[in-house]
T-cell receptor, first 112, second 115 residues
Framework: KQEVTQIPAALSVPEGENLVLNCSFT??????LQWFRQDPGKGLTSLLL?????REQTSGRLNASLDKSSGRSTLYIAASQPGDSATYLC???????????FGKGTMLLVSP | DVKVTQSSRYLVKRTGEKVFLECVQD?????MFWYRQDPGLGLRLIYF???????EKGDIPEGYSVSREKKERFSLILESASTNQTSMYLC??????????????FGPGTRLTVL
């Protein structure tokens, strides 16, 4: 059974820092990996989706990388801002028709 | 933009009541999903549906049922609500195109409290 782990569970940084969030998964035969953001009491917002054939995806200050062989993905946030404060979740799919398996998230706090 | 809406943001019900949570998406997505989210347990899949009138059990289907009579609407039903069903309920949808599984898009969530 696929398991997804996110480390650290919580992270606090001052504004302006570059930071990396980690996601690892036990079954490397994934179909794709998706990063989400969740604000308190709200739904999930899709940030980036990486297909298994891709190594990375970028959107603005966000860059997600994927290393299938080692079962790892990282989400890099450049020049962090207080508005980036949220919980970040990663999720993997094992096939085109499979459901997502989620990590428990990293709670990020960016202080002014 | 894909829009997934849920019928209520907050809901308070009593033990034993029948509860309906509604989810509607406006982008003609085939797949729809219901999750619950609890502190320390993360997101857990309750039920999902690949097409109208089709449903599949997720990881924690006990105590729940679903209905999908129209492509855009997926309902979660708590037949007899219990206090351990107090949770945040999240609906999501995604598109299947040529066998490709695309991004899941989520609704705003329903915070259900069962007293």
């Amino acid at each position: 059974k696929q398991e997804v782990t996110q480390i650290p569970a919580a992270l606090s940084v001052p504004e302006g820092e570059n930071l990396v969030l980690n996601c690892s998964f036990t079954d490397s035969a994934i179909y794709n990996l998706q990063w989400f953001r969740q604000d308190p009491g709200k739904g999930l917002t899709s940030l980036l989706l990486i297909q298994s054939s891709q190594r990375e995806q970028t959107s603005g200050r966000l860059n997600a990388s994927l290393d299938k062989s080692s079962g790892r993905s990282t989400l890099y946030i450049a020049a962090s801002q207080p508005g980036d404060s949220a919980t970040y979740l990663c999720a993997v799919a094992l096939s085109g028709y499979s459901t997502l398996t989620f990590g428990k998230g990293t709670m990020l706090l960016v202080s002014p | 933009d894909v829009k997934v809406t849920q019928s209520s943001r907050y809901l308070v019900k009593r033990t034993g009541e029948k509860v309906f949570l509604e989810c509607v998406q406006d982008m003609d997505h085939e797949n729809m999903f219901w999750y619950r989210q609890d502190p320390g347990l993360g997101l857990r899949l309750i039920y999902f549906s690949y097409d109208v009138k089709m449903k599949e059990k997720g990881d924690i289907p006990e105590g729940y049922s679903v209905s999908r009579e129209k492509k855009e609407r997926f309902s979660l039903i708590l037949e007899s609500a219990s206090t351990n069903q107090t949770s945040m309920y999240l609906c999501a949808s995604s598109l299947i195109t040529g066998g490709s599984y695309n991004e899941q898009f989520f609704g705003p969530g329903t915070r259900l409290t069962v007293l």
